[in-house]
């Protein structure tokens, strides 16, 4: 009745994690439920993409008890010691934990870094993304940084490459790095979700038409805060209805 | 269409002995337009099988989705997934027959809903029925109202049991008779025929939302209802179709910082400027369109604090309300969250005055049913007729009975099984480990894919209607000495 197979390869990739924490003291089984805890969340909000109608207040639960993990994985400084060990990066401002959401081959092959990931906070300012943003709750404060590891497709055979949370939370909330809308293609491959606005994603619907919203996107590009980001968005859905 | 019988199941409410006669009636409905009832497991007095069970496969379509009486309980009408709306009719009391009292006939079936395709945002808007409800009765005919996620439609159920004959210019087929024919002039009269129950759209209230309908409540002045999705309430004349009154909107103005929905709306049974309505993260609002348009400031908050003794990760899923309702006195309301159900004073915010277990036992399992997505299970919650008993739907097929004065309650399971005819329908245990009766089921055995979401309760005589997965139970007490 009840599944096992994701709890269980959840498990099995913490080790290593947890392995490679020199002087870690925390509670392994209670860090270990919560890590995979998390991870469950991502991957339900993410299928939440592929629905055809995603329940909203299904996914608004699932985001708040996400954002209420990783919450208090910041305040335990678990979040801290994790990224710092895996990612190697100099700032500490970049957080990671084990990606249980597969990257897509184009984000890999562009060697995206790590973003920034301070908190499920509404901190939209950093983010570069011209795709629309996809939003299913708060999240992100997004840099556009360069992840040097490896493909996560490969997640099974390199554990030590798992990419990072915020990678996840950006796909689960649309925030992409990825100036190609195939990333998404990649992920989602049976749904032409390139674009996404906030309302639409909620719902699980699209707001978009296959009509240049690409050259109307790139207009976008340098668009770093949420607010005009979403009020640029209205527009292009204004434009691309009446069109 | 057959008229299917429904045989009744007779219990003692809370008490003694629960008789089950029979019954069930299931629908196929693979096809929505070829739709042909069967029955199942059909039993006469004797015991005799009328019609064999047919197996339990084309559930997808056929989940019964709502359950709802209407304000005599004459009426009940369930909606399902394929978006038809079926509705019972209550046979009158014969004393020719004591034994088919008040047993309830497929009176009307339709198609309320068909899928459609949202062609701006690529989506399929999903033809489930969510929830129905029944305007008071005003004239002849009967009147409800049905709604999916998008569309609510005002439907009328009238009857016709005559039909005029004697037309001078058509013959009996309605064809044009020959002129050379017509010797004499005649009036037609109306003569009676077999009784057709017709239903006929009058209203579609259509786009009036952005999110998924999920309650529509019909205001005491019977000339307004409110319809709420998930992040706004819209208030409706019944009269009027090509606009709505927004009278709450919680939608924040980025969407990012969206952390609760709606979950549940009701107006007062009584006051028709009152209403009420749920969230996700266990709050109640009582709102007064009297003091504002935009009802986004409450009147009253109705929230208890959480116990720091339960806290876990799940504490807010679980708190979140599927369902309410206000008693039919209109002094309390009873809300239904994920392991309990709560009665609350309309006097007093702070807290419930009674909190009742309805499944305490799988409080150590959340984990699990998050994992399963259980825990997202919208459970309804229903009064009887006095507001003296309250009911709700579990797993395993197994609903509960709450008796506010007598604290006592009671498990039943709705289930084929345990329905033959005239057995007495024996209350259920879920044992947690420790001791174990005979017959108990354990808390690892249960079903998690049988659910009673839906069950409703006549307004006035203890009759319940529990909708589990795609089967209808309608369940009555012995009120009649001669059923013993």
Not at chain 2, 66 to 73: I, L, P, R, S
């Amino acid at each position: 009745m009840f599944a096992r197979g994701i709890k269980r390869k959840c498990f099995d990739g913490e080790e290593d994690i947890e392995g490679t924490l020199a002087g870690f003291k925390a509670i392994p089984s209670y860090n270990l439920k919560r890590q995979s805890l998390l991870d469950m969340s991502l991957i339900k909000l993410q299928l939440c993409h592929m629905l055809v109608e995603p329940n909203l207040c299904r996914s608004v639960l699932i985001a708040n008890t996400a954002r209420q993990i990783q919450e208090e994985m910041t305040q335990d400084g678990t979040w801290q010691v994790i990224n710092a060990q895996n990612t190697g990066q100099a700032s500490l401002d970049q957080l990671a934990s084990s990606d249980i959401l597969c990257r897509s081959t184009k984000e890999q092959s562009d060697g995206k870094l790590i973003p920034s990931y301070s908190s499920f906070s509404k901190d939209f300012e950093d983010i570069q993304s011209q795709d629309i943003i996809s939003d299913l709750s708060t999240v992100t404060s997004v840099q556009a940084s360069r992840n040097p590891q490896g493909n996560v497709w490969e997640m099974e055979n390199s554990p030590e490459n798992r990419g990072n949370f915020q990678k996840s939370l950006d796909q689960i909330f649309g925030t992409l790095e990825n100036k190609n809308p195939n990333s998404v293609e990649d992920l989602f491959s049976d749904v032409d979700n390139s674009y996404y606005d906030l309302d639409t994603v909620l719902t699980g619907t699209m707001s978009n038409t296959k009509m240049g919203h690409c050259d109307v996107l790139e207009s976008f590009s340098s668009q770093t805060t949420t607010n005009s980001n979403i009020n640029e968005l209205d527009h292009i859905v204004e434009i691309l209805v009446e069109s | 269409m057959l008229k299917s019988k429904i045989l009744v199941i007779k219990y003692y409410l809370l008490d003694a002995e629960w008789v089950d006669s029979t019954f069930f009636w299931s629908l196929n409905r693979s096809s929505p337009k070829n739709f042909t009832p069967y029955l199942a497991l059909v039993e006469n007095m004797e015991g005799e099988s009328i019609f064999e069970v047919d197996s339990e496969d084309g559930v997808g379509a056929d989940i019964i989705s709502t359950v709802e009486f209407n304000h005599t309980g004459e009426l009940l009408a369930t909606g399902d997934k394929g978006g038809r709306v079926v509705i019972f009719q209550r046979e009158p009391e014969s004393k020719n027959e004591p034994h088919s009292q008040g047993e309830y006939n497929v009176y009307s079936t339709f198609q309320s809903h068909e899928p459609e395709f949202d062609y701006l945002k690529s989506l399929e808007i999903e033809e489930k029925i969510n929830k129905i409800k029944w305007l008071p009765q005003q004239n002849a005919a009967h009147s409800l109202l049905s709604t999916n996620d998008k569309t609510i439609k005002l439907w009328k159920v009238t009857e016709r049991d005559k039909r005029p004959e004697g037309y001078n210019l058509k013959d009996e087929e309605g064809k044009l008779k020959d002129l050379s024919t017509v010797t004499s002039l005649q009036v037609p009269v109306l003569k009676p025929m077999d009784l057709m129950v017709e239903v006929s759209p009058r209203r579609i209230f259509a786009n009036g939302h952005t999110y998924h309908i999920n309650s529509i409540s019909v205001n005491s002045d019977c000339e307004t209802y409110m319809s709420a999705d998930d992040l706004r309430i819209n208030l409706w004349h019944l009269a009027i179709t090509d606009r709505s009154f927004n009278i709450v909107d919680i939608k924040p103005a980025n969407m990012e910082d969206l952390t609760e929905v709606i979950t549940a709306s009701e107006f007062h049974p009584h006051h028709c400027n009152l209403f009420v309505y749920s969230s996700s993260k266990g709050s109640l609002r009582l709102c007064d369109m009297r003091a504002s348009a935009l009802c986004d400031k409450h009147s009253k908050l109705f929230e208890e604090p959480e116990d720091p003794s339960n806290r876990s990760f799940f504490s807010e899923i679980i708190s979140s309300v599927s369902d309410v309702k206000f008693s039919h006195s209109g002094r309390f309301m009873l809300t239904r969250d994920y392991l309990t159900v709560k009665v609350w004073d309309l006097n007093m915010e702070t807290k419930p005055i009674e909190t009742y277990q309805v499944h305490d036992y799988l409080r150590s399992k959340l984990c699990s049913l998050y994992e399963n997505d259980c825990i997202f299970d919208k459970f309804e919650c229903a009064w009887n007729g006095s507001d003296s008993v309250i009911m709700t739907g579990a797993y395993n097929n197994f609903f509960r009975m709450f008796d506010r004065n007598t604290k006592r309650d009671v498990t039943l399971e709705a289930s084929r099984e345990s329905s033959k005819p005239r057995a007495i329908l024996k209350p259920r245990r879920v044992c947690v480990g420790g001791k174990r009766r005979k017959d108990d089921i354990s808390v690892d055995s249960l079903d998690f894919t049988k659910k009673i979401l839906h069950t409703a309760w006549h307004p006035a005589e203890n009759i319940i209607a529990i909708a589990a997965t795609n089967n209808l139970y309608i369940f009555q007490d012995k009120v009649n000495s001669e059923m013993h």
